[in-house]
């Protein structure tokens, strides 16, 4: 029997959650694992009390904290400074945990020796709770995959309580996308472990802050162009070029919606673009490659002067 059995703190961070919070919380009581302890923070929900009155209802089987309105970002971080385990996670009141989640995440730390961010797959369910999709990580390298396919859902990871102290909390000026602006600090100074496993249902519904927070997109746009010049060729899969990783990022941002991030990729791109060209670094089938790529690129007017100038530069090689 593994000595490894640390405390893992399960934090539920709620704003008028009455709809789903119970399905929530009996998820984290299902726990595999025992070594647990739940914390419910109530975010100033406005619904007559009805969310304090599922969370009091369990009585000690979890730790209520109610607080003045302030945001994900806020709730989360009085949850981890209340929190006693040594490994956070996050729990959100209208997703579940599958029984194993903490119990499988534990075993794998353990192989790590205790010091990795573990996150795992996870479904999408609809407001009734039926399945309506699996979202599994492709990529290697972990910053690649949050820029190229958003695969790091909050409520499937398992973290250091200590990182935190180390790099600080989530950002409060950030009302939906604190998460991702996290991964990608986590992801500067500490390993990241994939397991292919689905351990989460998230659930999809209409009132999800990115659907319902007007300024969704703003704070994609800037989390995006803040984190590009962030990366390295180390970051890339052995079949990338910086030029070819910015001009599929440009594509992706532009389908996204986020055109400001779209715009600055494609600059980007185009710099490295023309270095690799001058430099001669490319070979004409890697440049073939990257012809083909910009041929089937989505289909915008940035994308399309992007193909325009590179087309130009291509023909002096034949």
Same mark, same amino acid.
């Given at each position: ?9 399960i934090i539920?961070?709620?704003y ?7 399905e929530?919380i ?7 694992? $025992? ?9 100033g929900?406005?619904d007559?009390?009805?969310t304090?009155a599922?969370?009091i ?8 904290i109610?607080k003045?309105n ?10 981890i400074?209340?929190m ?15 029984? &194993?989640?903490t119990?499988e995440?534990v075993?794998?730390?353990?192989? &790590?020796?205790g010091d990795?961010?573990?996150y ?8 009734s709770?039926n399945?309506?999709?699996t979202?599994?990580a492709k ?7 949050l ?7 909050? %409520? ?11 790099i ?5 000026a950030l009302?939906?996308?604190q998460d ?8 500067e100074?500490?390993?990241f472990l994939?397991?292919?496993k689905?351990?989460v ?7 999800q802050?990115?659907?319902?927070i ?12 803040r984190?590009? $010049? ?17 001009l599929? &990022?440009?594509?992706? !941002?532009?389908?996204?919606?986020c055109?400001?991030?779209a715009?600055h990729?494609?600059s980007m791109?185009?710099s490295? !673009?023309q270095?690799? %060209? ?5 070979s004409?089938?890697?440049?073939? #490659?990257?012809y083909?790529?910009l041929?089937t &690129?989505?289909r915008s ?6 193909i325009?100038? #590179?087309?130009?530069?291509l023909?002096? !090689?034949n």
């Open positions: 029997m593994s000595s490894f059995s640390p405390l893992v703190s539920i961070p709620v008028n959650g009455s709809d789903y919070l119970r929530a009996d998820s984290a009581l299902a726990q595999s694992y $025992g070594n647990i302890e739940i914390l419910v923070v109530n975010d929900s406005r007559e009390g009805k304090e599922i969370a209802s369990y009585g000690d089987k979890i730790r209520y109610p003045q302030g945001g994900v970002a806020s709730a989360l971080n009085l949850g400074r209340e006693t385990g040594e490994y956070f996670t996050w729990l959100s009141h209208d997703d579940l945990y599958y029984p &194993a989640k119990e995440q075993r794998l730390l353990e192989e &790590a020796g990795a961010v573990v795992s797959d996870y479904e999408y369910i609809d407001p709770g399945y309506l999709g979202k599994m990529s290697s390298g972990v910053k690649y995959s820029i190229m396919e958003g695969t790091i859902n909050g %409520c499937t990871v398992m973290i250091p309580r200590r990182y935190f102290d180390e600080g909390l989530f950002d409060l009302r939906t996308t991702f602006d996290m991964w990608f600090r986590l992801a100074h500490y390993p994939h397991q292919a689905v351990l249902k998230s659930r999809v519904h209409p009132n802050g990115s659907l319902t007007p300024t969704h997109i703003e704070e994609q746009n800037d989390l995006y162009v984190t590009l $010049g962030t990366f390295e060729e180390k970051d890339l899969p052995d079949t990338d070029t910086m030029a070819s990783f910015y599929k &990022a440009a594509i992706r !941002f532009v389908s996204m919606g055109n400001q991030a715009d990729s494609a791109f185009w490295a !673009f270095r690799d %060209c001058i430099g001669k670094r490319l004409h089938l890697a440049l073939f #490659a990257v083909r790529l041929r &690129a989505y007017t940035r994308v399309k002067k992007i325009k100038r #590179a087309n130009k530069i023909t002096s !090689f």
